[in-house]
Nanobody, 128 residues
Framework: QVQLVESGGGSVQAGESLILSCAAS???????MGWFRQGTGKEREGVAI????????YYADSVKGRFTISQDNAKNTLYLQMNGLKPEDSAMYYC??????????????????????WGQGTQVAVSS
């Protein structure tokens, strides 16, 4: 059974930074991992994804240039460096992973339906 545990959320002022971490365990062959977020009263949306064996990444337009997704395969950990945070970035952030193959075109849709393992989430609150 795959377990994903997020950490690193918190409350910050606009313009500040946070680093989220996601520790993965119990997996056999995770192919892709990503970060999603869900604000109050909003749909869960994709933020960034990474291909585990190549390190290729893709970002939602709303975070491009401010957020960086990375991984440390030796530590089985996924990261999300968030710089220049804005109040609209406030949300519960979820780590997601999948062992199912997908095309790059499909992955760049940032659809939650393509991920079959999820963490419990870590809250990020950004005040103006």
């Amino acid at each position: 059974q795959v377990q994903l545990v997020e950490s690193g959320g918190g409350s910050v002022q606009a313009g500040e930074s946070l680093i989220l971490s996601c520790a993965a365990s119990g997996y056999t062959n995770l192919l892709y991992m990503g970060w999603f977020r869900q604000g109050t009263g909003k749909e869960r949306e994709g933020v960034a994804i990474i291909v585990r064996n190549t390190g290729s990444t893709y970002y939602a337009d709303s975070v491009k240039g401010r957020f960086t997704i990375s991984q440390d395969n030796a530590k089985n950990t996924l990261y999300l460096q968030m710089n220049g945070l804005k109040p609209e970035d406030s949300a519960m952030y979820y780590c997601a992973a999948t062992d199912r193959g997908a095309t790059w075109s499909r992955l760049t849709r940032l659809s939650r339906a393509d991920y079959n393992f999820w963490g419990q989430g870590t809250q990020v609150a950004v005040s103006s």
